[in-house]
């Protein structure tokens, strides 16, 4: 047997796993949804060994898509962390077992305190599935590892429950993009998010035509201008737009005559605009929609202030 066999073995296991979660979505699962709803707190997520490195991601997601929450290692609590936790917070405790010594030691302090435990557990018979105001059943059939020993399978398992719970909690609240952005500031996406177009917009030696200015001459404007485009005025407003396309285009159509036709020949009335505070996400779209590669920036009375281009919006 090829030891890349025991890979895709890994992975059959791990997969299976994880597809054996969808039947124990039921009123448990939408239990701790509406815990966690209803917490006026915190969301303390809390687990030993590889328990607690999954329950630290869990935490990151679920803070990061609108839940506050952060991890605590339960051997913490009996030196001094306990102080982090308070009635209207809700813990989510990991065991595979569900009778890990330092989570049983300490439950009673939790549930003095009136705090619901989620509990997600391997094993819904156990102290800590009995203690739980609900259960997550995460169980699994057996390991990936080959000597069903190694947490593999139950630690994936474990990791997709959370994230089930994260993605169930942000369609409740409606989470969006933009807030998502506000988690991520930092981030790509962050940046696409909340970067408006007077934070990216090319302002100066704009390429500016008029209606009547003959081709010729247009086009040493939108040369010089390297956007690919030239911006016809009237005054302060804006009235069109010609590209390097409607160039070309009217070089074809027109060939000896070209020279003598002028910008009002060519070019697009009603260009696209977008405000200063529109975001670069929006702009994206719009030029995807309408296969352009720039938009032109106007103030509320049609003014224009500046060109965003396609390469302003890769951040």
């Not at 073995?9 to 701790?32: G, M, S, Y």
């Not at 915190?42 to 803070?63: D, E, M, P």
């Not at 390097?244 to 009217?250: E, H, L, M, Q």
């Amino acid at each position: 047997m090829r030891v890349r066999d025991f890979a895709i073995q890994c992975v059959k296991d791990e997969a299976q796993a994880v597809l054996d979660l969808i039947p124990r979505l039921d009123e448990q699962f939408d239990r701790a949804v509406e815990l966690i709803m209803n917490c006026h707190g915190k969301v303390i997520v809390t687990g030993v060994g590889k328990s607690g490195h999954i329950g630290a991601k869990i935490a990151a997601t679920l803070a990061s898509t609108g839940t506050p929450s952060f991890f605590v290692n339960p051997l913490d609590v009996f030196h001094g962390d306990l102080g982090v936790m308070a009635k209207g917070d809700v813990v989510i405790a990991i065991s595979n077992s569900g009778q890990t010594d330092e989570l049983l030691r300490f439950i009673p302090m939790v549930l003095h305190m009136q705090i619901p435990i989620i509990a997600m557990t391997g094993n819904p018979q156990s102290l800590l599935a009995k203690y739980a105001s609900c259960h997550l059943d995460v169980g699994v059939k057996k390991e990936a590892c080959p000597l069903n020993l190694a947490p593999t399978s139950s630690t994936t398992a474990t990791l997709v429950m959370g994230d089930a719970l994260a993605v169930a909690l942000m369609e409740e609240r409606h989470f969006q993009p933009q807030d998502f952005a506000q988690f991520h500031p930092g981030g790509e996406l962050g940046k696409r998010l909340l970067t408006m177009a007077q934070d990216v917009m090319i302002k100066e030696h704009l390429p500016l035509l008029t209606a009547d200015m003959q081709l010729g001459e247009a086009i040493i404007h939108v040369s010089k201008g390297k956007l690919g485009l030239g911006v016809a005025m009237d005054g302060d407003r804006i009235e069109g737009i010609i590209t390097d396309g409607d160039i070309r285009r009217a070089m074809e159509k027109w060939q000896k005559e070209f020279f003598s036709r002028t910008v009002g020949d060519i070019m697009t009335r009603q260009p696209k605009t977008v405000g200063p505070e529109t975001k670069i996400s929006e702009i994206q779209k719009l030029m995807n929609k309408h296969k352009i590669h720039s938009v032109l920036v106007a103030d509320a009375d049609g003014r224009l202030m500046g060109v965003v281009d396609r390469y302003a919006c890769v951040l």
